[in-house]
Structure formats: C-alpha cells, structure tokens
C-alpha cells in the first residue's frame, strides 16, 4: 500500500468549515454525539464500506471524527497512478478531525498523527491502493466566534481492472487505514 502525508496551508489550498451546509440540504452531521445520522449520508447508504468505516472513526474508541465524505469510480489513471497497472480506479475521500477539541488547533500534533499513520501503512501488505492525508486549514465556529484549526482530507484509491476489482481493493485499504487509526489512538492512549 502507497501510504504519504502532506501539509496544504497555503491561501489558495481547500479549507473547511465545521458545522458547514451545502446545497440541495447537504449539510455537516455530527456523528460522533448522533451516531443514528450516519443514514441521513446518501455515501454511507450508497457505498456499505465507506458508511462502516464513518461508524468507527465516529465511535467513541476513535480519536478522530467525520466531516464530509465522497465515494466514485473512474478509468482516468494518471500518470503516477500507471505504476499499479490497472484501467479502474475506486477512491473517495473523507474529511477527519480530532475530537479532542484542543488539538485541533495544534499543528505539531496533526503532523505527528499524520506521519505514524502513514508509517504504519507503509508497513501493511503490497496491494494496488494508495491512501493520501493532507493537513488542511479548518475554521470552527464555536458559539458566536470562529476559530482557525486544522483536518485532515484523507484519500483512499484502489486500483483493478475493472470497477469491482478496484473496488475490493480499495475496501480492504479501507479497513487497513480504520486498523492503523485505532493502533494510533491505543498507543496515544496509553501515554
């Protein structure tokens, strides 16, 4: 598994804003305190896997939470993508950010998460996926005020030869991934 982290806090980068809304009535669920909304989310109704891993970084064993959310397939292979030899590609991405409300404000601490977690990857069985965490700027709006933290975007592709090939790989990459996230928070926990 191709396992890499970046920092992305430049002024044109993505940012989000927690509690956000969307159009056609999309909007931010807290999961974490009304687990029962994961089925208001058309991703985790649409795609089983993506709504299994929201429920576990939702849980309350879980050191992160989930912001938004996104699932597709496509047989556009970029370049840096040709080295796992495949025509398909299943990715989707999620927004994290840590429950701990005062370490979202803590970039260090983002950057350390990011970096064992991708280390942990690297050390997971070859298979033909990629997961990507890239630390982005976040606004919280807390009461009447907003306050400038950080999340993480988290891209998971799995690659095959066609949707269903693709698609198992990148569900085993996911599982993978909510494996290396809870080995982060047990040993986080425990110092």
Known sequence: ???????????????????????????????????????????????????????AMNSAASCVETAKCDAWVSCEINPEEEI?????????????????????????????????????????PEMPSAAEFLIRRCYFHENDAVREGFYFTFYLFGYGDDEDEARQHWSIALKLV???IRQWAARTSKT
Request: overall charge negative; proline content about 6%; charged content about 30%.
């Open 178 to 180: 909510g494996n290396a």
């Open 84 to 124: 796992f030899g495949a025509s398909c590609k299943f990715g989707s991405y999620v927004d994290l950010i840590f429950s701990d409300a005062a370490v979202r404000f803590l970039l260090p601490q983002h950057e350390k998460w990011a970096r064992e977690v991708t280390r942990l990857l690297k050390a997971a």
């Open 1 to 55: 598994m191709e396992a890499d982290f970046a920092v992305e806090l430049g002024p044109e980068e993505e940012t989000l804003e927690v509690p956000w809304a969307g159009p056609a009535g999309l909007r931010y669920y807290d999961l974490k305190k009304q687990p029962e909304l994961l089925l208001q989310i058309e991703e985790a109704r649409r795609v089983p896997e993506l709504g299994e891993f929201l429920a």
